[in-house]
């Protein structure tokens, strides 16, 4: 076999150029962090991998999607480990740019107008009635601080963003089942990290980050006992997403479109939920399972097997509440449903109470960005600068006043109507199956956001808008040979 010494002779000098480059360019890289120190380091090393990351999702947007998924559930988890605080947030904003881009590069492409059939429904119109009010809210004379408007319009154009890309994304069911396989499985990666911090305790970068902020060792400790808050931002977000994802998972489990294999490991997952939920302490969280059970018992009533749950989780939730149990996670759990023996329900209360003449004497609302800690920052001297709403409701209330509030409540009701009307329309199993999955962990989401601000927080704020986008167009995916 004759070997071309040319050609090989090439193949060993492009070889040694690469090595002598990586090698050069590795020697640079350690200079620059040993004199500017490890905060370039970590700058360098996020670039090395975000442009591959990147360059993919504009080629790829499924793969852009799923990422942006990825990166929603561990951007805490990422900042933590990190010595430095960075703006991680940042990533999620650049994500949904790059495949914006990446959306307009392919419809270019295409040389085809753009398609927007999926937009066309009640839903997408109400939300973009919203966002067009909350934009309106800079004329609102309440307000203090332009500042704190231009911070919510950001948000707004993100938002905007973000549904925009869903519509375009979730047009194949083969792509919303992946995407439901993974928020499901990072849910279960969570909950098993919930479940390791349980057992084995916080590692050291936590405790770092722990008391790094003054306050928050005393809002995760509960009797002496530390609540667990996984990969997640707080105690609160990673008790509302075991919620709603063990409801998810028990729902799906029950469809008649599963084999038993598929159904003992959706079982299994929506049990370890359930258990790093407790290890959460949330009080909201655990309101959420009766929410969900209700709905879907709602709306199977006339289904034997449904009864049969329903006398199951009675007798279940008789035992919790009456039965000769005690411990920290089952005294939370009986506090739930008995609000006036908890001392933080009851300020919570007393808070609305002192809101709620001055929501109904202005109804267009005090200012977006002026409640909670963002009101201290962005609107500081502003009656409502630092009040704690604790609940989205009475936040939204607040901020863009009671027809604020009814806007809101409307598009909710509207995701709800149409998945129900979808659900009992579908004849697709595994779409009426996801119908019923989704409407369940909607509906105890939006119960929980009385109590809590859960509708906003990652990764539960993409899930919301993906649940905005499948209910109207999901019915749309059914196969052909159940048409």
């Known amino acids: 076999m004759r070997i071309d010494a040319k050609a090989y002779f090439k193949s060993r000098v492009k070889e040694v150029m690469l ?139 993100f938002e905007c963003i973000v549904y925009f890309l869903f519509v375009k994304i979730l047009t194949r069911l083969d792509v919303v089942i992946t995407y439901t396989k993974l928020w499901l499985f990072l849910s279960l990666l969570a909950a098993v990290y919930g479940i390791y911090q349980e057992v084995f305790g916080y590692a050291d970068f936590e405790w770092r980050d722990i008391y790094s902020t003054p306050g928050t060792i005393f809002l995760i400790q509960n009797w002496g006992i530390l609540r667990k808050f996984s990969f997640m931002s707080d105690v609160a977000a990673f008790g509302i997403c075991m919620a709603y994802s063990a ?9 008649d479109c599963f084999d038993w294999k598929k159904r003992i490991v959706l079982f299994i997952a929506a049990f370890l939920m359930l258990v790093a939920m407790s290890f959460s302490g949330t009080r909201t969280a655990t309101a959420m399972i009766p929410v969900g059970a209700f709905i879907y018992i709602l709306m199977h009533i006339n289904n034997r097997r449904t009864i049969l749950i329903l006398g199951v989780l009675v007798l279940g939730f008789m035992a919790i509440l009456f039965g000769p149990f005690y411990g920290n996670t089952i005294t939370r759990i009986r506090t739930t449903f008995q609000p006036k023996q908890d001392e933080s329900m009851n300020v919570r209360e007393i808070n609305r109470a002192r809101a709620q003449p001055l929501i109904l004497s202005h109804p267009i609302g005090w200012g977006v960005n002026t409640t909670d800690s963002e009101g201290e920052a962005l609107s500081p001297g502003h009656i409502f600068a630092g009040f704690p709403t604790d609940s989205g409701f009475l936040k939204t209330a607040i901020t863009v006043g009671w027809i604020g509030l009814i806007i809101l409540m409307t598009l909710y009701f509207s995701v709800l109507a149409i998945g129900v009307s979808n659900f009992y329309t579908a004849t697709d199993p595994l779409v009426k199956a996801l119908y019923g999955a989704y409407i369940a962990a909607f509906f105890s989401l939006v119960v929980a956001n009385y109590a809590q601000s859960a509708m906003g927080q990652k990764p539960t704020g993409l899930l919301v808008f993906s649940i905005f986008v499948l209910m109207p167009n999901l019915i749309k995916l059914q196969r052909k040979q159940f048409l």
């Open 19 to 157: 090595f002598l480059g990586l090698s050069v360019g590795a020697l640079l890289i350690a200079m620059l962090v040993g004199n500017a120190g490890y905060v370039v380091g970590a700058l360098i090393f996020a670039v090395l991998v975000a442009i591959p990351i990147l360059y993919k999702s504009v080629i790829d947007t499924n793969f852009g999607f799923y990422f942006l998924t990825w990166y929603s559930y561990f951007l805490f988890f990422i900042a933590r480990l990190l010595p430095v605080r960075l703006p991680m947030g940042v990533g999620v904003e650049v994500l949904e740019l790059v495949l914006l881009a990446g959306i307009f590069i392919a419809e270019s492409k295409r040389k085809a107008r753009v398609d927007w059939t999926n937009f066309q429904n009640p839903i997408t119109y109400i939300f973009i009635f919203l966002q067009t009010y909350y934009v309106l809210q800079a004329f609102n004379p309440n307000a203090v601080s332009i500042n704190a408007w231009v911070v919510a319009t950001r948000a707004i154009v």
């Open 247 to 255: 409801i998810f998972c028990a729902v799906l489990a029950m469809a």
